[in-house]
């Protein structure tokens, strides 16, 4: 089992910047697949980035490619989201998950492919 905890959220304006961080702890950490989602208000969860276990293989949405970048060190167990040129679609509460990736390349883009999320951290971008 593993928990996770996410920060770096906040309030920014359109074109900034923020690094979320999604900290696990528990046994067997390096054996799970990560990913963070997004939720707004009235909406289901979307699909932001995916990352393997081993860090090496990464996946992202369409909709934040060439903006935002998923990246791990497995030595701090921490998973991080740059978010960089920052629009207010971006508006929501960022959401970290894992699973247990299949191999060391493995990695995931549904939300109902992961077991374990955290609590989430709200970002909030004005125009």
């Known amino acids: 089992q593993v928990q996770l905890v996410e920060s770096g959220g906040g309030s920014v304006q359109a074109g900034g910047s923020l690094r979320l961080s999604c900290v696990a702890s528990g046994t067997g950490v390096t054996r799970y697949a990560m990913g963070w989602f997004r939720q707004a208000p009235g909406t289901e969860r979307e699909f932001v980035a995916s990352?393997?276990?081993?860090?090496?293989?990464?996946a992202s949405s369409a909709s934040v490619k060439g903006r935002f970048t998923i990246s791990r060190d497995n030595a701090k167990n921490t998973v991080y989201l740059q978010m960089s040129s920052l629009k207010p679609e971006d508006t929501a509460g960022y959401y970290c998950?894992?699973?247990?990736?299949?191999?060391?390349?493995?990695?995931?883009?549904?939300?109902?492919?992961?077991?374990?999320w955290g609590q989430g951290t709200q970002v909030t971008v004005s125009s």
């Open positions: 998950g894992a699973r247990i990736g299949a191999s060391t390349e493995s990695y995931y883009s549904k939300a109902s492919e992961y077991v374990y």
């Open positions: 990352i393997s276990r081993s860090g090496g293989s990464t």
